[in-house]
């Protein structure tokens, strides 16, 4: 497994370095596109326990420079580990959803803000759906110190959200707070580096449900390092099961005014698990914007 995840992050960053050469024509982002917005993107996340990939198509309208929506439609395809016990391999449509967000620039402090709400779609016995309605509302504050960009995210959620950096091997059902905060230096024209550190705070009854095992539900109290989703496809209990915190490192690059990409390591102190993770998007959006 070491020598395959080796093998996929060499690949990724030959690619991304090739990509560089493109920076000089690259161009910088218009932070109040309006009108038609779509965006695809494609990442995965591979780790001990295996690799979740995702194929993320959404479509909607920015109506002002401060509103806008979208509709979003998730494929995923999971490949469980050999290692983990009662592993299970699977792909299908994961939980369709439709955001309103709102962003306001100011020179003092940006802040956007997002309520997201998914359709319970998803197979929950692969762990692609909970099985109920999900909602998430997540809100961002940054600014921009010359080539520093620090930021600060909070956000209330009845799920634990997958996110590009982190493709999780469980879904979650269950209250939470959720808190991300860090910075981006731009170092080099379209590439940036980036650092933040994350704590999601449940609380209330909570039910995990892993991506993958297909491991009936039983007692996991010996589970690794509190990886229930390890040993079990579907578990109930407090708070401390679905709690997570640690942090992710990313090198982020525009490859061009369309398309960017980006690759990162995310470390879960509290399951004391690795990551690393890659995602290619394409605005098609801006795309049709600009041919027309």
Not at 73 to 88: E, H, K, M, Q, R
Not at 171 to 196: P, Q, Y
Request: net charge positive.
């Amino acid at each position: 497994m070491r020598n395959r995840l080796t093998s996929w992050f060499t690949v990724l960053l030959v690619c991304i370095c090739f990509a560089v050469s493109a920076f000089g024509q690259a161009k910088p982002a218009m932070r109040d596109d309006t009108g038609f917005a779509s965006y695809v993107v494609f990442g995965g996340t591979a780790n001990s326990l295996g690799q979740v990939y995702e194929l993320n198509s959404s479509m909607g309208y920015t109506f002002t420079q401060h509103f806008g929506m979208d509709l979003a439609v998730p494929f995923l395809f999971v490949n469980a580990s050999s290692s983990t016990a009662g592993g299970i391999s699977g792909s299908g449509v994961g939980n369709p959803s439709v955001d309103l967000r709102w962003k306001y620039l100011h020179p003092a402090v940006n802040f956007a803000s997002v309520v997201t709400g998914a359709a319970p779609r998803g197979e929950s016995k692969l762990g692609l759906s909970t099985g109920r309605a999900t909602f998430d509302w997540t809100n961002r504050f940054d600014r921009r110190f010359s080539q520093v960009t620090p930021f600060l995210e909070a956000g209330f959620s009845n799920t634990t959200s997958d996110s590009r950096l982190f493709l999780r091997p469980y879904t979650t059902l269950g209250l939470n707070t959720h808190f991300r905060g860090g910075a981006e230096v731009n170092v080099w024209k379209s590439l940036s580096l980036g650092a933040a550190a994350y704590d999601i705070l449940p609380f209330g009854n909570q039910t995990v449900f892993s991506r993958v095992t297909g491991a009936p539900s039983a007692n996991s109290a010996g589970a690794s390092h509190g990886r229930n989703f390890q040993v079990t496809q579907q578990t109930t209990g407090s708070a401390d099961i679905a709690r997570d915190n640690g942090f992710s490192t990313w090198l982020d690059a525009k490859l061009n005014y369309y398309v960017d990409a980006e690759l990162g390591y995310t470390r879960s102190i509290h399951y004391d698990l690795n990551s690393i993770s890659f995602s290619l998007g394409f605005n098609v959006g801006r795309l049709v914007r600009r041919s027309q």
